[in-house]
C-alpha cells in the first residue's frame, strides 16, 4: 500500500530527520566537487598531455571503494573515444601485469595515496618507463611520490558523519575522472557521429542512426527516366518493391516521382503509354544522408509519405528510405 504524503511521518519525525540526513549529505558532497574545481590547475593539463598522447590505454586502477570508482571512470573513457581498461591491482600481482605495456598510461587511484596493493603496478611502471598519474587526497604519499603527475584532491569533509566510509572522496574521483573524460573528447573534437561507433547498441545508439546507415543504396533504388512509359516505370515500381519510382533528368537529378497513388489518378485508357514524366509528382520530398534517421521519421510523419528519396548535394539519389526502415531499426 502506499501512503500518502500527508500521511507518511504523520507523527513521526523519523522521515524528516532522514531527508535532513540526505541533505546533509548532498551539501557536504557537491562542496566537495566545488572545492574539486576550484583546485585544478596545471597538475591537470598535464595529466590530460599524458592521456592524449597514449598510444596504447589509459589502465585504470584502485581497490576497493576506488576500484569502483575506477572501473566507471575507464568505462566513460573508453565510450567517449579514450582507449582504457580497468586492471585490478591485486590481480595484477598475480599476472595482470602482463595487461599493461609499453605505450600504455596508468591511471590509479587511492584515497590514501598508501594502498599496499598498488605497490606492484607502482613498481611495474616505474620498471618499463610507463607513465603514472595518481589521484589521490594525500602527498606527500607512496602513490603521490611516484607519479608523474599527481591530481590531489582537496581534503573535505567525507559524509560519512563517523568519517569511516569514503563517500564525498568518492564523488570527487568520480567526477574529476568524468572531468578528464569530456576534456580529452572536447580536445578531439569526439562528434555524435563518432559516439554511436562505441554505442551500437541500445536507445541511445538508435537514436544517433543516420539516413545512411538505413537506406538503401545502389541497384536497389527505383529509378527510370522521363520519356520511359508507364508500363515500363510500372514494371520497375513493380521490380524494386517500395511502391515508388524515382523520375531522373539526364545529369541524373531527381525531378520527380511516381507513387502507387499517382497510378490511381492517372488511370485512362492510354495511361501506360504516356510517358513517366508526365505522370511524375515534381518537387518530391527528400532527404540527405547525414539527416538523423529521427528526423527522417518525423518528417515522413509530418508529410504523410512513407517512402523517400535521399539525395546529395546536387540532388542526384543516391538512397531510398522506408518508414518500415527507421521503425524496424527501433527509432521511435
Do not use: W
Request: include cysteine.
Amino acid at each position: 500500500m502506499t501512503l500518502s504524503a500527508d500521511l507518511q511521518g504523520a507523527g513521526d519525525p523519523q522521515p524528516a530527520a532522514d531527508v535532513q540526513s540526505a541533505r546533509r549529505t548532498l551539501r557536504l558532497e557537491a562542496a566537495g566537487i566545488e572545492a574539486l574545481s576550484a583546485s585544478l590547475g596545471d597538475a591537470f593539463v598535464a595529466a590530460l598531455d599524458l592521456f592524449a598522447a597514449v598510444r596504447g590505454r589509459v589502465v585504470v586502477t584502485g581497490m576497493g571503494k576506488s576500484g569502483h570508482v575506477a572501473r566507471k571512470i575507464a568505462a566513460t573513457l573508453a565510450s567517449t573515444g579514450t582507449p582504457a581498461i580497468f586492471v585490478h591491482p591485486a590481480e595484477a600481482s598475480h599476472g595482470d601485469l602482463g595487461m599493461i605495456a609499453a605505450g600504455d598510461v596508468v591511471l590509479a587511484m587511492s584515497n590514501s595515496g598508501e594502498t599496499p596493493e598498488l605497490a606492484d603496478i607502482i613498481a611495474y611502471a616505474s620498471r618499463f618507463s610507463i607513465p603514472l598519474v595518481a589521484m589521490t587526497r594525500r602527498r606527500p604519499s607512496a602513490l603521490a611520490d611516484a607519479a608523474d603527475v599527481a591530481l590531489i584532491l582537496p581534503d573535505t569533509a567525507e559524509a560519512c558523519p563517523l568519517g569511516l566510509a569514503p563517500t564525498t572522496s568518492t564523488t570527487q574521483m568520480l567526477a574529476l575522472g568524468d572531468a578528464i573524460a569530456v576534456a580529452l573528447l572536447e580536445r578531439r573534437g569526439f562528434s555524435d557521429a563518432d559516439f554511436r561507433v562505441f554505442h551500437p547498441g541500445g536507445k541511445l545508439g538508435r537514436r544517433l542512426l543516420r539516413v545512411a546507415d538505413l537506406m538503401h543504396r545502389g541497384d536497389e533504388i527505383p529509378l527510370c527516366l522521363p520519356e520511359m512509359v508507364m508500363a515500363d516505370a510500372v514494371l520497375v515500381m513493380t521490380a524494386k518493391t517500395f511502391g515508388i519510382v524515382g523520375v531522373v533528368d539526364a545529369e541524373g537529378v531527381l525531378a520527380g516521382v511516381i507513387t502507387d497513388g499517382d497510378l490511381r489518378r492517372n488511370m485512362a485508357p492510354d495511361f501506360l503509354s504516356r510517358p513517366a514524366g508526365r505522370v511524375m509528382t515534381r518537387t518530391p520530398r527528400t532527404m540527405t544522408p547525414d539527416a538523423l534517421a529521427a528526423e527522417a521519421l518525423g518528417f515522413m510523419n509530418e508529410s504523410k509519405i512513407y517512402c523517400l528519396f535521399v539525395v546529395d548535394a546536387a540532388g542526384r539519389p543516391i538512397g531510398i528510405l522506408r518508414i518500415h526502415d527507421i521503425l524496424r531499426a527501433g527509432v521511435a
